[in-house]
Each structure stands twice: as structure tokens, then as C-alpha cells.
């Protein structure tokens, strides 16, 4: 059995969480890059540009890519064969969001939801564990920008309404969130489970490799015609206008009751921001 101390995760959540608020990721950068090339509206081109420039400079210099550092989305891959030793593990998950917002100055934003008083240090965060095979601990941290997560939606279809109802709610969604989201937006969808499960699906979803199509070619070509629907809705880089309104969309699906349909949307803006490490 592997031992891995709290101490271990702690330094690792600390760069993490600096890591993915000063780094977007490649798979996003490129898509970016593409959407410029396409993008039909000169004002449109221009902003994807800018946008291009934010991410070059927030590399180059080791700032936050967006002053919303957000809230920290923490998941963990635990092996079933690892022993957390020396203390405990959601302290030490925390432990690790506290140092790293200190230390890399990011923008504190948690606070009690209804007295609006703040913690200080962007703590709790959210922990989502799962227990998978093996000797390893997978650490994914996902900053979560409120712009974005303000638009997610979820909805309890009826069966009846099927995968039309899907679509439709999916547009809807766009349409509403407009310039909200600060797009170009990528959406993770979950369908099935419970209405729980729906959306923590559809925000896993979003650490797949930006644009890289669900392995199960109908929900591939699901999430292609949703893309492409929303792009032709004119929303535009900002909400500005153009043919980049969204860079993809990644559908993950659960088995459900035979009497519901849960759909979850969590929206994300460009800023699509996680770092992972394996311990």
C-alpha cells in the first residue's frame, strides 16, 4: 500500500491552484487561435486577439489570467491501494487552496452565501472524490469563475421530451447567458443520473481535452450540431457579434429513471482554467 503524507497534497494543491490561474491550457490556446482564423467579424477577430495577448502576457509575467481567480473545484482520483497518512484529507485540501491563493495573490472570493462575510482565504473548496483502482492520487484543481458558473443551468426534462429537449434547453441556455458568460464558451453537459449526478458530470466534462470529441460517436456528433447551432446564433466573441460564440461542447451521459431526464449546463468562459498532478 502506498503512503502519502497530507503534506504531499498540501505543496501540490498550493501549485496547482497558482498553476491553473496563471496557465490556460494548450488545448484551449489552440482552439482560440482556429476561432480567430474563422472568425468572420473584424471587431470579433480583433477581441479573440486580445484575448490571445492575455494569455501570453499572463504566462510570460505569472498573473492571474482573470482578476475572478474563482472558487476552487478540487477532484481526486484516489487509488484504492493509497493510505493518506499524517492528518486529514479535506483539511489538507484546504491547507493547500489557503497557501496557494495567499501566495500566488489571487483574488479571495468565497464567502457565506447569505451574509455575504468573507472567509479570507477562498476556502472551503469543493471536493469531489472518487475511488478508482491503483496506487496513485490524482489531483485535478479547477478554478471556477462565477461569470460563467452564474449561467449554468439544470433541468429536470420529461422522458417524453427526448433529445430534441436536450437541444432545446442547450440553446436556450446560450441564447439567455448571452454576453453573461464572457464567451467564447465551452459547455459541459450532463445527462442522466440524478439531478445531482447531472451536474457533476456536466462539470467533469469539462476537463476533457478542450474540443476532443465524447468516444461514443453519437454523442460526438451531438456535440458537433450543438456547436455548430450555436455559433450560427450570432452571440459572438464578448456578445459582441461573430461566428465565435462557443470553442466546444462535451456531453457526458449517465443512466437514468425510466421517469426523468435530468439535464445539467455548466458554462464555462474561455478562461477554461485546471491543472492536474499525479502523487
Known amino acids: 500500500m502506498k503512503k502519502i503524507p497530507v503534506s504531499v497534497i498540501i505543496e501540490a494543491i498550493e501549485k ?7 496557465n490556460l491550457g494548450d488545448d484551449v490556446k489552440k482552439l482560440l487561435i482556429e476561432a480567430q482564423k474563422k472568425e468572420e467579424s473584424p ?7 486580445q484575448i490571445l495577448d492575455n494569455i501570453d502576457v499572463s504566462k510570460e509575467e505569472q498573473l492571474p489570467l482573470c482578476q475572478d481567480t474563482g472558487m476552487a473545484v478540487v ?8 493510505h493518506i497518512s499524517g492528518g486529514n484529507l479535506t483539511e489538507a485540501v484546504n491547507e493547500g487552496v489557503r497557501r496557494g491563493y495567499q501566495k500566488g495573490y489571487l483574488r479571495k472570493s468565497v464567502l457565506s452565501p447569505l451574509k455575504r462575510v468573507n472567509t479570507g482565504d477562498n ?16 489531483i485535478t484543481v479547477a478554478p471556477k469563475g462565477f461569470g460563467s458558473e452564474n449561467m449554468s443551468r439544470l433541468v429536470m426534462l420529461k422522458p417524453a421530451d427526448g433529445i430534441e429537449g436536450v437541444k432545446k434547453f442547450v440553446l436556450d441556455t446560450v441564447t439567455k447567458a ?16 440524478t439531478m445531482e449526478k447531472a451536474a457533476y458530470i456536466a462539470k467533469k466534462a469539462l476537463l476533457r481535452e478542450a474540443g476532443k470529441p465524447n468516444s461514443d460517436q453519437e454523442l460526438a456528433d451531438l456535440e458537433q450540431e450543438l456547436l455548430q447551432k450555436i455559433n450560427a446564433a450570432g452571440i459572438g466573441p464578448q456578445g459582441l457579434g461573430g461566428r465565435t460564440t462557443a470553442l ?3 456531453i457526458e451521459t449517465f443512466p437514468t429513471h425510466l421517469a426523468g431526464l435530468p439535464v445539467a449546463i455548466n458554462v ?12
Do not use: M
Open 43 to 49: 471587431f470579433g477577430a480583433q477581441i479573440l486577439g
Open 16 to 22: 496547482l491552484c497558482i498553476q491553473a490561474c496563471y
Open 268 to 279: 464555462q468562459c474561455h478562461a477554461a482554467r485546471h491543472a492536474e498532478a499525479i502523487l
Open 75 to 82: 477532484f481526486l482520483e484516489i487509488g484504492q491501494d493509497v
Open 123 to 138: 476556502t472551503p473548496a469543493i471536493i469531489h472524490t472518487e475511488v478508482v483502482e491503483g496506487g496513485q492520487l490524482k
Open 178 to 193: 448571452g454576453a453573461n458568460p464572457c464567451p467564447p464558451i465551452i459547455l459541459g453537459i450532463g445527462i442522466g443520473g
Open 248 to 250: 466546444a461542447v462535451h
